[in-house]
């Protein structure tokens, strides 16, 4: 029912936009509970799917949405119609769980625009050449509607989340947090690479390769959100935009490297090799024929990393390889920092106020990244989060 | 859980059979309870849903099926694919939720079978030459099956049901029903259009037409079912093969029709024009200048049918129009009755010895159908049954 009421809504926003004059192809991602159950009759079946057929599997997910949110809107007496990835002409590589897009054909919701229906079109799936059913990953249904936000060379392209827009920093921890008004690509890029789950990288990146301007605002109301362009005029400067908290991460470390060229090569190449996407990376200053390397990857690919990593530790006659899961990273994301060089000085100053032990910096041109404590989290959030004054 | 167990049955199956040699092209349809739910949400957003944005939904359920079968084959260790029906191209016209097919294209199919690999295809479904999203409509997996197998020339067609087959007549009514070992897709075509469930009559028709022979069996164990076949041997005579029962149907009779040519076309257009089928027609031999008109028809089109008769009989001037859903329809189908004239006074022999009164009569040229009261439904059964030898 809560499902129901759900799409009611969003065809009822839709609706409101169609009677404002709007031309609109609304892009749905499946019902949180539908892809919950698909999966869970998986993991009953095999733990180890075949990738393509979870992708034809997952993608119906999408495709009840549409028809429903169809059926929807034309309750409230509008004209709708509903399309697949592969209808549409979504294509993508063979890529199966986390496909790229390749081109779209537009021709067809172009027709049924020209008609002057809303176009539906299911998010997170495409089809191969081939006519394989693809589905595009984490953030696949946002990635669809930028991607043919910049096809259909549309306004705007509204991205509906279950918060208001982007936020200083996650509002559960400071409850001080502001929304931002405006940010620019590279800043919810830094942010969303740091681990801000509001929107996934590829879908900004996309959108800033083709200057799509994103608005990503709340399902729930009505309010503005967070307007993400390319530039963002802003009435004082800002140095810091957000703070970034992921728990996400695992750290690994291996001793007594040999330190010669060629080796971290050897380790990163071996872990890309097995889809393994190694985040942060620090090698420290070699003072003996011998390095520690240490990097972080996804908890859930941690043991799969651990397992490789001591392996190629082994053959490259490293020393012990160490894995910490008690860790968080803390990030500073502004693109501010470029003009203000004491930004990292500043944070690291904080956290020792706050008796917080760095054990891994990495810095970007908009960002600088610490690897703390995992209990130290909130703390190090809300003394950057004051610091830099976000919540004023 | 219960689905997966009979996905993983069916998987089972499935590779016994792969293991025996043979080439294997499955159907499936959708799990009982995937149809309910995508149905139960429709009901909660609109009474008239649209009949695409209906095909593309309930289409998901194959969708689901398939993967799960592919996945569960995989577990076994045996390669398999699937695919939707607009992926392997079953080409139907446009009329959605009620599609027929105009063509299968079957290269993919036969490329996977060349790789050694265990087809799945999803039933029921099909796709339009502009891309939509068809179902075929009741039945529309059995004549998936049937029309796969007579596009790939394949030796059999099985069909999994919940029952053991063809019966002489309902097993639950009467105990004494045996199991038909061999019966012709004509006797099988009139059970069907009488009303036994196990088989619809379309997928029988393009069985016949084209030679598939089909074998209808259980899902739930490796008894053989009935074989259809063009000819059947049989050791003795057989006259009459089956008893049907439906109980499905009312009657509607439009009392003191003009007697004047073209007024049955007049009644009977209307009907077909708004989609009613109508099932058995009697006129009485007219004495007067005005005769009765009875008909029956699928209880859930009464009210629409006998609101449209009404019109209908006011614009002809004729008089009342009554309803009658406390009816049963009693039938006996066998090809053998083409040389046995005696076959309709042995029924209402039978009829009359039970004091059951005999309402409507309408015969074919290897059945005989009586309607009568609903509540002697049972008692005609098991009296024609055990007249015509058919417990033995």
Redesign the interface.
């Known amino acids: ?1 809560a ?2 009421q759900r ?2 809504n969003v065809a009822k926003r839709v609706v409101s936009y169609k009677k404002k004059g709007y031309t609109l192809v609304v892009v749905v991602s499946a019902l949180g509970d539908t892809t919950d159950e ?1 999966v869970g ?2 993991q ?3 733990a180890e ?2 990738e ?3 992708d ?2 997952l ?2 997910g999408e ?2 949405s ?3 949110l ?3 809107i ?2 409230l007496g509008f004209e709708a ?2 399309f ?1 990835g ?2 549409v002409g979504i294509i993508t590589d063979t890529s199966h769980t986390r496909a790229r897009i390749i081109k779209i054909n537009t021709d ?1 919701i172009k027709e049924e625009l020209k008609k002057n229906k809303i176009v539906i079109v299911a998010g997170f799936q495409g089809v191969t050449l081939n ?3 693809t589905t595009l990953g984490r953030g696949g249904s946002d990635l669809t509607a930028v991607a043919l936000a910049k096809e259909l060379a549309a306004d705007e392209c509204e991205i509906y989340t279950d918060v208001e827009g982007i936020y200083t920093t996650d509002p559960r921890i400071e409850p001080k947090a502001k929304k931002i008004k405006a940010i620019t690509y590279d800043e919810m890029l830094e942010m969303a690479s740091l681990g801000a789950q509001v929107m996934q990288a590829r879908s900004i990146e996309v959108a800033k390769k083709f200057n799509v301007p994103i608005h990503v605002r709340s399902s729930f109301n009505n309010r503005a959100g967070t307007m993400i362009t390319k530039e963002v005029k802003r009435m004082e400067e800002v140095v810091v935009s957000g703070v970034i908290i992921n728990k996400n991460e695992a750290k690994i470390t291996i001793c007594n490297v040999p330190d010669r060229p060629g080796i971290a090569a050897i380790i990163f190449k071996e872990l890309a090799n097995r889809g393994i996407s190694v985040d942060m990376i620090v090698q420290n200053v070699s003072h003996t024929r011998q390095t520690d390397i240490s990097f972080t990857v996804n908890k859930t690919e941690a043991r799969k990393a651990l397992k490789l990593t001591k392996k190629v530790a082994k053959s490259i006659q490293a020393g012990e390889v160490l894995q910490d899961e008690d860790i968080a990273r803390v990030s500073v994301v502004g693109v501010g920092m470029k003009s203000h060089p004491g930004v990292a000085a500043t944070m690291f100053d904080v956290l020792a106020d706050s008796k917080i032990n760095i054990e891994m910096i990495s810095t970007s041109e908009i960002s600088i990244s610490c690897i703390i404590k995992k209990r130290f989290a909130e703390t190090a959030v809300k003394a950057l989060h004051d610091k830099f004054g976000l919540g004023k």
């Open positions: 029912m499902n129901v799409i009611q698909l009759l998986v009953k079946i095999t799917p075949s393509r057929e979870m034809m599997l993608s119906t495709q009840i549409v028809a429903l169809a059926m929807a034309h309750k119609i509903s697949t592969a209808q067809k006519q394989d059913i």
